[in-house]
């Protein structure tokens, strides 16, 4: 379930980025999306390893 609620914001704000991008730049969308991509790659690592998959304490 946490991973999903990692995704499913990256992916919307996908999904309005790119379009913002291609309408409001010079930008194709060929190249609109790779970059768009990375910055959601580097989100979407960091949500996963802080809060997808980290390590919860073990109780006692």
Not at 27 to 42: D, E, H, K, N
């Amino acid at each position: 379930m946490r991973y999903q609620a990692v995704y499913l914001p990256i992916l919307a704000a996908n999904m309005i980025a790119v379009p913002l991008a291609v309408s409001y730049t010079t930008l194709r969308a060929y190249v609109a999306q790779p970059l768009v991509s990375v910055i959601a790659f580097v989100v979407a690592y960091f949500g996963n390893k802080y809060f997808a998959f980290r390590k919860r304490p073990e109780s006692d």
